[in-house]
């Protein structure tokens, strides 16, 4: 397959190098000193788990003049998405499918207003990666996939990325009902987000601490009351299944919104619990806990150091 990755961060860059050593056709959109290691030396990832690794990939900083390519998987920040599907346009076709492997739980949607609709595949991905230096990925754990249809079905697109990723050695879900999917890991990251980011400890300090392990648990609940009122279909169990994830997370790890807030950078915060928020207030579902996240990292939200 001809596959686009938008995004070459963590969890592009990870995936996209995994898919290019296994002999699948990758162009991917980078920039600046991390574009120009790629192009010299390869994509290098450094993994805890898989050990060191270098992919060819083929790295550009526009894909203006490409030949269209059957899927692109996007893994951008959601605040830039309207940009970066501008920017994949030239190489969406008319089967051409998007998998959006972004936070949050209405990509999907925007991806189908600006690039044709029915072309946003839902994803969720479950990998700890960043970049290291340009060009070098950093790969703590983890690295499975889940994805689908939004209608559900199992298209030849679908089925056929399911395959690349597999031979790959991608532990991959082509999911059925991918909303729910989306939905239950956005009520485990926007809580793991939320406390991190609040309290600036990691996963084992807000599990020894029970009123803040108390709190990260308040804000799972109040998302799966708030998809429920949105019409998401989740398990009876989900909350409690949401905490066990949560008490398997290793005792070190923040979250991409803490480091984001750390380094005084843009916060994904209205795609995480500026929407549930709202979603909250359009459904007349009480919020409290996750409002208490969104006002309090408010006055970050565009990148200021507090």
Same mark, same amino acid.
């Given at each position: 397959?001809?596959?686009?990755?938008? $995004?070459?961060?963590?969890? $592009?860059?990870?995936?996209?190098?995994?898919?290019?050593?296994?002999?699948?056709?990758?162009?991917? *959109?980078?920039?600046?000193?991390?574009?120009?290691?790629?192009? !010299?030396?390869?994509?290098?990832? %450094?993994?805890?788990?898989?050990?060191?690794?270098?992919?060819?990939?083929?790295?550009?900083?526009?894909?203006?003049?490409?030949?269209?390519?059957?899927?692109?998987?996007?893994?951008?920040?959601?605040?830039?998405?309207?940009?970066?599907?501008?920017?994949?346009?030239?190489?969406?076709?008319?089967?051409? $499918?998007?998998?959006?492997? @972004?936070?949050?739980?209405?990509?999907?949607?925007?991806?189908?207003?600006?690039? $044709?609709?029915?072309?946003?595949?839902?994803?969720?991905?479950?990998?700890?990666?960043?970049?290291?230096?340009?060009?070098?990925?950093?790969?703590?754990?983890?690295?499975?996939?889940?994805?689908?249809?939004?209608?559900? %079905?199992?298209?030849?697109?679908?089925?056929?990325?399911?395959?690349?990723?597999?031979?790959?050695?991608?532990?991959?879900?082509?999911?059925?009902?991918? %909303?729910?999917?989306?939905?239950?890991?956005?009520?485990?990251?926007?809580?793991?987000?939320?406390?991190?980011?609040?309290? !600036?400890?990691?996963?084992?300090?807000? %599990?020894?601490?029970?009123?803040?392990?108390?709190?990260?648990? *308040?804000?799972?609940?109040?998302?799966?009351?708030?998809?429920?009122?949105?019409?998401?279909?989740?398990?009876?169990?989900?909350?409690?299944?949401?905490?066990? @994830?949560?008490?398997?997370?290793?005792? +070190?790890?923040?979250?991409?919104?803490?480091? +984001?807030?750390? @380094?005084?950078?843009?916060?994904?915060?209205?795609?995480?619990?500026?929407?549930?928020? !709202? *979603?909250?207030?359009?459904?007349?579902?009480?919020?409290?806990?996750?409002?208490?996240?969104?006002?309090?990292?408010?006055?970050?939200?565009?990148?200021?150091?507090?």
């Amino acid at each position: 397959m001809r596959i686009a990755v938008v $995004g070459a961060g963590g969890v $592009g860059g990870y995936f996209g190098a995994k898919l290019a050593r296994s002999g699948e056709s990758i162009v991917m *959109l980078a920039r600046g000193p991390h574009l120009d290691a790629i192009r !010299r030396h390869g994509l290098r990832v %450094r993994s805890a788990v898989e050990g060191e690794t270098v992919a060819k990939v083929e790295a550009v900083e526009s894909f203006a003049g490409q030949p269209p390519v059957d899927m692109a998987l996007f893994c951008v920040k959601s605040f830039d998405t309207r940009s970066a599907a501008e920017a994949l346009r030239p190489v969406v076709g008319p089967g051409t $499918g998007v998998v959006s492997l @972004q936070n949050g739980v209405d990509n999907e949607d925007a991806l189908d207003e600006l690039l $044709g609709q029915g072309t946003a595949l839902g994803g969720a991905a479950y990998v700890f990666a960043a970049i290291e230096a340009p060009g070098v990925i950093a790969h703590k754990f983890a690295g499975r996939i889940a994805f689908g249809e939004m209608d559900g %079905r199992a298209t030849e697109r679908a089925t056929r990325l399911r395959d690349a990723l597999a031979h790959a050695g991608v532990p991959v879900e082509l999911s059925a009902d991918v %909303r729910r999917v989306l939905w239950e890991k956005y009520l485990l990251i926007s809580a793991q987000a939320g406390m991190t980011s609040l309290s !600036r400890c990691p996963a084992g300090v807000l %599990r020894e601490t029970p009123e803040s392990w108390r709190m990260y648990r *308040l804000i799972v609940e109040e998302l799966a009351a708030v998809a429920r009122a949105a019409g998401v279909t989740l398990p009876a169990d989900v909350v409690d299944t949401v905490m066990k @994830q949560a008490a398997a997370v290793a005792p +070190d790890a923040y979250s991409s919104l803490h480091h +984001d807030l750390t @380094q005084g950078k843009r916060l994904e915060l209205e795609a995480l619990h500026g929407h549930a928020v !709202r *979603l909250g207030q359009r459904f007349g579902v009480p919020t409290p806990m996750v409002f208490a996240v969104y006002a309090a990292l408010k006055p970050h939200a565009a990148g200021r150091h507090g």
